[in-house]
């Protein structure tokens, strides 16, 4: 009988992280006030996961940050801005590579592999030095040791680290990283060698990459990595775990020929092929498999019949002995605690597991497949599992048939971009280097206690319309003051640009407390789509035609796209998932024509996630951009040339996309650039065309950092040298919605000065 965990949230059931954290940053607590938080945090999860009968729980997965800069940390790879000057790393140099100070900016942040997670990226170079400078996994190892509880110490994988690093800057693009391979091993050494000495007889090395499509290059770095490692390890029990997706075959035949490796983890509920590989392939004598059967991506019950049938398939492979039940990946992409929700209803309620629940079913599968199984809770489990497939609630037939109707036909506007963009400057009457911001403005303390009273029923709906509106007035004259081409009306109204739509919609349950981390403090909360979904009736067009009313600028209209709302959603995991992001479009195209017919001119679909859900395998990419695409374009098809279309990403990779996001066919495109070194730009210097309205953000909104004038004007300078001027847009990043007012009025007030400076510039040049 023997279960694991790969990882665990770290924020806590109520986020007691994240408001530790802000605290802190805010000047408002000490760090001993953050450690305090954090210790508990920690030691209340190792006793929670030690209670329910885990055998072997994680240690150093609890993050003050990222996992990854974490590693940074250790390895003491702090890029050369933050001025360390060696020694143990600690707050200041950490929380500055993460979010940037007054003087340096933050290190790039970007999605972990398809998840909303969102990690700092390592900056390496030949001149990198590396030295072990943060001892937190042995001090977090030994904590857990004083408790009582024996873990299982997780570092990421050396050649996962690596590749998921980039060059630093003025480094040359194609530097090979992993020839810094020689350079961090004798960290991780160090890190092993006081583990060991720590009393620790397990090790658990997150290898990711391993799923990803890797050239024989770079298989042979885990090779040879494992190799070097081999007599640091001696004595110790090692695990490599994988998640997130199949391990292609010759992947799999390197991962299982490691040296000094006693045990592997898969990811089977993603992974399903994997299955095939270690019963067909062959899976090494002796050796542990740790199977990821609970799925850690998802809030849907384990269907434990399945999961039990599938590890008793197993079993016969490795032997009793060797098998180990566990999640698929960290439970830290799912909500806490089902406990903390009062609010769902018992139906739905008992179709959810949380990541506490998941702990619970992974014990309970080790105890059956060991002979001692919980009759009663294996009865409830498949009553819940019946349930949901008989519930009336689940299917609306009318839905189903519309999406199905959509799959044959191109969805398409009836003109050119081009063709649409005149009429639309005919129409908008806009500046060269037009200025708008992404959608929303900072939401103050003020205003989430109007919402909040407005939720709990404390004042009445009179009240809170003209709260909401008082605040639009504000938004909308201080953008008139900034002078401000294209407004926003600031999203005063909306919790989250997911949960806000699907609250409206059909098909969706929402949580109290299912928080998850998106990157550092920030925390979203996930909307559950357990059915069909359908708009009953317009969700933005009252508050965008208030804004409008209150200026003769345009104002967009301001909406989430169907693809967005899925990869930020729990989704249903009974239908494809492009089904149920078809009758998503179809929902947000009645919104578009209905925002339309209001007077909205310019309006806004984000699709901020559309870059995140691409698939990690290139066989499966075809597919998801086709009919992720499609469903942005069943949004807007139908409507006249002189509506303005934008759209925004953010935080991803978007070079190798770059022709399905032309594709989408979208009028304007905001796009992430500023953290990313504007990566984005060599798309366009490499030959790339693109006809459409473009804004590439010009500053980092993550960051408290101001930016000056000459800072964006010299950005936009950048961006001009490969995009033609009359596409070109001068934006942010992203939404102001996290940063503080004293921080957004300087920056936009920079960036509308360093737009006009441009301006003034091309028109003497004439």
């Not at 695990?239 to 006693?262: H, N, Q, W």
């Not at 063709?419 to 280097?433: F, S, T, W």
């Not at 709906?461 to 201080?478: G, N, R, T």
């Not at 964006?712 to 503080?740: E, F, Q, S, Y």
Request: hydrophobic letters at 40%; one cysteine or more; glycine letters at 6%.
């Amino acid at each position: 009988m023997a279960s694991h965990i790969v990882g665990y949230p770290r924020m806590g059931p109520k986020r007691e992280l994240k408001f530790a954290l802000e605290s802190f940053w805010d000047g408002k607590s000490t760090a001993e006030d953050l450690e305090k938080v954090a210790t508990d945090l920690r030691a209340s999860i190792w006793k929670q996961m030690a209670d329910a009968g885990i055998k072997y729980i994680p240690s150093n997965t609890f993050s003050y940050y990222d996992q990854v800069l974490d590693t940074t940390a250790m390895l003491g790879a702090v890029p050369e801005r933050y001025s360390w000057t060696g020694g143990e790393i600690g707050f200041d140099t950490y929380f500055s590579m993460a979010r940037g100070n007054a003087t340096v900016p933050a290190m790039e942040m970007t999605k972990w592999f398809d998840t909303n997670y969102h990690f700092i990226v390592p900056e390496l170079g030949p001149n990198t030095k590396f030295s072990y400078a943060s001892h937190k996994a042995v001090n977090e190892y030994k904590e857990a040791k004083a408790l009582g509880v024996d873990t299982v110490p997780v570092l990421i994988g050396p050649v996962s680290y690596l590749l998921l690093s980039k060059p630093a800057k003025g480094v040359e693009k194609g530097f090979p990283l992993l020839s810094l391979l020689s350079s961090i091993l004798p960290v991780y050494k160090e890190v092993i060698a006081e583990l060991k000495a720590a009393g620790a007889s397990w090790i658990q090395f997150d290898e990711p990459t391993l799923v990803l499509d890797l050239d024989s290059n770079k298989l042979a770095a885990f090779s040879a990595a494992y190799a070097e490692l081999e007599s640091a390890l001696s004595g110790l029990n090692v695990l490599v775990e994988t998640y997130f997706a199949d391990v292609p075959a010759e992947s799999y035949k390197t991962l299982t020929s490691l040296s000094g490796v006693t045990a592997y983890g898969f990811d089977l509920v993603r992974g399903t092929q994997t299955l095939g590989l270690v019963t067909s392939a062959g899976f090494p004598a002796g050796k542990y498999l740790f199977a990821g059967v609970v799925d850690g991506r998802n809030i849907w019950a384990d269907d434990l019949a399945t999961s039990l049938s599938t590890l008793q398939s197993l079993e016969a492979v490795v032997g009793k002995d060797k098998l180990v039940v566990s999640t698929s990946c960290s439970l830290m992409h799912t909500a806490v605690d089902l406990v903390n929700e009062t609010k769902l209803d018992s139906e739905i309620k008992s179709w959810l597991a949380f990541a506490a629940q998941k702990v619970v079913e992974v014990d309970a599968l080790a105890k059956a497949l060991a002979g001692q199984k919980d009759e009663a809770y294996f009865a409830a489990n498949a009553a819940a599992q019946a349930s949901r497939k008989s519930s009336p609630r689940v299917t609306n037939e009318e839905v189903q048939k519309a999406a199905a109707a959509l799959k044959g036909s191109d969805h398409r506007r009836a003109t050119t971009v081009s063709a649409r963009l005149d009429a639309q400057q005919k129409e908008l009457n806009l500046p060269v280097l037009p200025t708008t911001t992404i959608g929303s403005f900072p939401q103050t303390v003020e205003l989430r206690r109007v919402r909040r009273e407005y939720k709990a029923k404390k004042i009445s709906e009179e009240e809170y319309i003209s709260a909401i509106k008082e605040e639009i007035s504000k938004v909308v004259k201080l953008q008139e003051e900034l002078d401000i081409d294209v407004l926003v009306h600031g999203e005063p109204e909306r919790n989250d640009m997911v949960e806000y739509f699907g609250e409206q919609l059909s098909g969706f349950a929402f949580t109290a407390n299912g928080w998850v981390q998106s990157y550092g403090s920030r925390c979203v909360k996930p909307p559950i789509i357990y059915g069909d979904v359908s708009r009953p009736n317009p969700m933005t067009v009252f508050w965008s035609k208030t804004a409008q009313s209150m200026t003769s600028r345009p104002m967009k209209g301001m909406l989430t796209g169907p693809v967005t709302i899925l990869n930020w959603s729990f989704v249903r995991n009974d239908q494809p998932r492009f089904e149920t992001c078809y009758q998503i479009a179809l929902a947000i195209k009645k919104e578009v024509e209905d925002l339309e017919a209001a007077g909205i001119k310019v309006i806004q679909i984000d699709e901020a996630a559309l870059r995140e859900g691409l698939p990690l395998r290139k066989a499966e990419h075809a597919f998801y951009l086709d009919w992720a695409v499609h469903s942005f374009r069943i949004t807007n098809c139908e409507i006249q040339d002189t509506t303005q279309i934008h759209t925004h990403m953010c935080y991803s990779n978007f070079n190798d996309i770059i022709h399905s996001i032309i594709d989408m066919d979208a009028d304007v495109i905001t796009i992430e650039n500023s953290r990313s070194d504007e990566k984005l730009l060599s798309v366009f210097r490499e030959g790339v065309k693109y006809g459409a309205g473009i804004g590439p953000g010009v500053y980092d909104i993550h960051s408290p950092r101001i930016p000056s004038t000459e800072e964006i004007a010299d950005r936009v300078n950048k961006m001009l040298a490969v995009l033609d001027t009359n596409i070109l847009w001068v934006n942010p990043d992203c939404g102001l919605k996290t940063r503080k007012y004293a921080e957004v009025k300087p920056a936009l007030t920079n960036m509308v000065s360093a737009a006009k400076l441009i301006r003034t510039q091309l028109a003497s040049a004439k």
